[in-house]
């Protein structure tokens, strides 16, 4: 899986951030993870241990939220979940689906010291 480069990632934007503040170190970092991205958690984790490792993020401890998928329809703009890639309304049956969230993985809250 890419968890990896998903924590390398994180990383990199949580020093950038802690260096721009002058932090000495990275205490907590919250990060939302979308169901349909596919990341596994645990690799994700075990991956940032691996990376922060000599650097300030050394002792952060990683939470990560997952968030589900969510669908709008077009037609009658119900917002529902989309559960086992059933993309169908839930109301109106239409198969016109917008994905608006569950996609997505962002860093949502870092805190520094
Ligand atoms: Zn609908």
């Not at 939302?32 to 991205?37: D, M, Q």
């Not at 939470?63 to 059933?86: A, H, Q, T, V, W």
């Not at 016109?96 to 805190?111: N, Q, T």
Request: charged fraction near 30%; include cysteine; hydrophobic fraction near 40%.
């Amino acid at each position: 899986m890419h968890e990896a480069s998903i924590a390398q990632n994180l990383l990199t934007i949580a020093l950038e951030k802690a260096k721009e503040y002058k932090a000495n170190t990275i205490t907590f970092i919250r990060v939302k993870v979308g169901e349909f991205t596919g990341v596994n958690q645990a690799a994700l984790e075990f991956a940032f241990d691996n990376f922060s490792k000599g650097t300030i993020a050394e002792k952060t401890s990683l939470k990560i939220i997952s968030s589900p998928l969510l669908g709008e329809c077009r037609k009658c703009n119900k917002i529902f979940e989309i559960k086992k890639d059933n993309f169908i309304c839930s109301k109106c049956h239409s198969l016109e689906i917008d994905i608006i969230s569950g996609e997505d993985l962002y860093i949502e809250d870092i805190e520094i010291e």
